[in-house]
């Protein structure tokens, strides 16, 4: 007997193998049925999904044999992955100096036929074989070789697949730490930044009751009261961004529509004249209260905000079908130019220098909208002409 030697780029073939987290993994029905389908094809009593490692080959599958691995040395597999580029046929080990003595032909499970066809990743590296052994001498015909070769790119196609799914796991995983790790940042920073921020509110309005300041003071003071109302909005506005993903994960409730636009009116009464007006034929919903609430309040307020009509008109519409909610947030306001309607969406991204009322955007508000709205399965489009007016809409998955 033979023992197999090493493959040429050992080190790296085990590192490929191990980046699959398959050794050792239960039994799954996707590998069975292809060792069951290539026992069947080949006409064998035996059939294998091996992957060999540094002291074993070791079962993915196993077709009509009972031990889950054996021992590296006498693996007719481990001699296979030496030629990765063909199959190894041995028609009769009995008659091979390789295999003549070895104790699984000597013995069970009687290995004298062997088909092994080498499970090559993309990488290059052969990882083991899908194999088909009988206890008798045997011959595959060209037809059953094909076959046994389809099967064994189905076995890489099904590696590939769990890698890629183990990849995306890790991702998610790292994305979610690094999200959580932002949350708190953001509120420890926030809280930080605010207090300093009241101060200095403070001070300015102590400074403007001082009837002692010159002109050119007050007006410093002013704008540094302004700029400081400003900085503690966009944190506000930040911390409403990421405070977004507990909203979306509210439960559901029975939302009356025209109490909710009724509270909007009442929140926004005192900024300007407006006329809200909802269409529907909706009495309620059964939705995330909060996403919606926040959604159209945000929606509404961009309509008042830029706005140069001396009425503010805004016409609320929503409608449904058996999947989803739709909403429709309909203003006369100044309208968006189409080259500025993706660029919206992107937080931190203003596209007018100041609103109505002389304040700055922040470029955080229609990023919460689209974040609120897709944690709800919903998609938010656009529909605007500069000097026209603009209508949002937005559904809301049932």
């Known amino acids: 007997m033979e023992a197999p030697t090493p493959h040429k780029n050992e080190k790296e073939r085990l590192e490929n193998l191990l980046s699959y987290y398959i050794l050792d993994t239960f039994p799954e029905e996707d590998y069975d049925a292809i060792t069951t389908i290539a026992a ?32 590296k040395e006498y693996a007719f597999c481990a001699h296979a992955i030496n030629t990765p580029e063909a199959p190894m046929i041995i028609n009769d080990s009995r008659k091979d100096q390789r295999f003549q003595d070895n104790p699984l032909v000597t013995g069970d499970p009687y290995v004298i036929f062997y088909a092994g066809i080498p499970l090559n990743t993309k990488e290059g590296f052969p990882l083991g074989t899908l194999c088909v052994i009988d ?7 060209e037809k059953q070789l094909k076959a046994l070769q389809a099967l064994s790119r189905q076995v890489i196609g099904l590696l590939e697949l769990r890698k890629s799914k183990r990849e995306l796991e890790d991702t998610n995983q790292r994305l979610a ?40 003071q007050a007006r410093y ?45 009442s929140l926004l009464s005192m900024k300007a004249e407006i006329n809200i007006q909802l269409h529907t034929v909706i009495h309620q919903l059964n939705t995330n209260q909060a996403v919606v609430e926040q959604v159209l309040l945000n929606l509404v307020t961009n309509a008042v905000k830029y706005n140069d009509k001396e009425v503010v008109e805004i016409s609320i519409t929503v409608t449904e079908d058996p999947a989803v909610y739709v ?41 919460t909208v689209q974040k609120l709205v897709s944690s709800q399965g919903g998609v938010v489009n656009l529909v605007s002409e500069p ?11 049932k």
């Open 387 to 397: 000097g026209q007016g603009s209508t949002f809409s937005f559904t809301i998955k």
């Open 327 to 367: 909403f429709q947030v309909k203003d006369n306001g100044v309208g968006i130019a189409p080259e500025n309607q993706e660029k919206i969406f992107e937080i931190f991204t203003t596209v007018s220098r100041q609103d109505r009322f002389g304040a700055q955007g922040s470029g955080i508000g229609l990023a």
């Open 135 to 141: 206890e008798e001498p045997k011959e595959l015909s």
């Open 221 to 265: 003071t002013n704008m540094i009261g302004k700029a400081t109302g400003n900085l503690r909005h966009i944190i506000d506005r930040l911390l409403e961004y990421y405070k977004s993903d507990e909203i979306g994960k509210a439960k559901k409730v029975n939302l009356v529509l025209s109490e909710l636009i009724d509270n909007l009116r």
């Open 40 to 71: 069947q094809i080949c006409g064998t009593s035996i059939s294998l999904i091996s992957l060999i490692d540094d002291k074993r080959q070791w079962f993915k599958s196993r077709y009509g044999l009972a031990v889950p691995e054996t021992p």
């Open 177 to 216: 730490e690094a999200n959580e790790n932002l949350n708190k940042f953001v509120h420890v920073v926030a809280h930080d930044l605010k207090t300093p921020l009241n101060n200095i509110t403070m001070i300015v309005d102590m400074l403007l009751i001082d009837q002692k300041m010159t002109e050119k």
